[in-house]
Every structure is written in C-alpha cells, then in structure tokens.
C-alpha cells in the first residue's frame, strides 16, 4: 500500500518553523527558503503545500489562533462547569498574551501578521476578520454578565469590550522588558476588579 501522507500535519510543521523564525530571528528574515531550512525540507516541498509566502503566514496565524484557542478551553475546563464571566475574562486576556512559550510564539506570529497585513489586502481582510470574530467573542461575554447581573446595567458592553482589548496592548510592554508579566495580570486583575464591582463572584 502507497504510504499515507500527513498532509495536515506537514503544514503544521512548516507553520511551527515559521514561527521559530518569528520568534528567534525576526519578520524580516521571513522567507520561504529561510522557513523551509528552519523546518528541515527542501523549499519545492515547501512551495507544493505553499504556493506563496502570503498563504504559508495565513496558515500559520490560523493555527496560531486554533492554539490559543485550544489553551483557553484547556484553561476552562479547569474552571468548572459554571466559570465566573471574570475569570473567563481574566483567561482569555492572559491567554492572549505573551505569558509563556506557546503564548509568546503565537503572540510573536501575530505582529508578524498585522504587519503583512497593511501592505496586503488578502492577508488584511482575513486578519480583519479574524480580529472582528474575537472581538465579538468578547462582547458577547461582556452582554451576558451585564444581563446575569455580574457588570452593572449602566456599563456598554462595546465600550467595555474595547476596553477589555486594549489591555492585550501590555503585549510589546513586556515582550521589551518595560514590564514584567506579574504587572500585566495585576493591571488585568485591577480592570476586571473595577469593571465586576458590587457584584456576587459566587453567583
């Protein structure tokens, strides 16, 4: 029988050496050939799951995404069968930062990402909507504890969304060593204090 070919699994490969790349070397060295010698094949191999550099980053924020995305399922299974909206918050924020390997090679593809995206039109309408379905996520989170009662009625839930984003820009802070991680969950941690006040955490 004709050997099965992972394909799938070649192309997550190749993404986890883009990453490397990213990560140890920086975006301007972020070529084909340079990812296929990080990922240990030759850049025809590279080229037949890839036909261009644009779709090989594509697929590599995809998967960057489905990772963070698998850490905070992980982490909300932990967190029982009814987590509090803060702490669901409060992981999935913490998850979008630079906190730890998995986290900060991600977080790396992603500036990655925005970059190629301002000068590429299909690579920045996929991030735009990849950010848009997030930022959704997020708010929709946000309208449920308003309507559960855990975040004042007077709160708007975009508002408070946007807000709530704006803490994953601690992102270049500590990457640069102007902060340390402890201080990006505080400042977290003191935001979600603020926006979750008078409410019951055991409701």
């Not at 730890?100 to 190629?116: G, N």
């Not at 992102?171 to 979750?196: K, N």
């Amino acid at each position: 029988m004709p050997k099965q070919v992972d394909h799938r699994g070649r192309r997550e490969a190749i993404a986890r050496a883009l990453w490397r790349v990213v990560e140890q070397r920086g975006v301007a060295h972020l070529t084909m050939r340079v990812v296929a010698q990080e990922a240990g094949i030759s850049l025809g191999q590279l080229q037949h799951y890839f036909a261009s550099r644009a779709a090989m980053l594509s697929f590599a924020m995809d998967f960057a995404s489905e990772r963070t995305s698998l850490r905070v399922e992980q982490g909300l299974e932990k967190l029982g069968d009814r987590p509090h909206p803060r702490d669901v918050l409060r992981l999935t924020l913490a998850e979008m930062l630079p906190l730890h390997a998995d986290a900060r090679a991600t977080s790396r593809m992603s500036a990655a990402y925005v970059l190629e995206a301002l000068h590429d039109e299909a690579v920045h309408e996929q991030a735009r909507r990849g950010l848009v379905q997030g930022r959704a996520l997020i708010e929709q989170l946000v309208r449920q504890a308003v309507a559960d009662g855990h975040i004042a009625p007077d709160r708007d839930p975009a508002t408070e969304t946007n807000l709530l984003l704006a803490l994953t820009g601690l992102t270049p802070l500590i990457e640069l060593d102007v902060i340390t991680p402890r201080d990006a969950l505080t400042a977290i941690d003191l935001h979600l204090d603020r926006l979750f006040t008078g409410t019951d955490r055991s409701a």
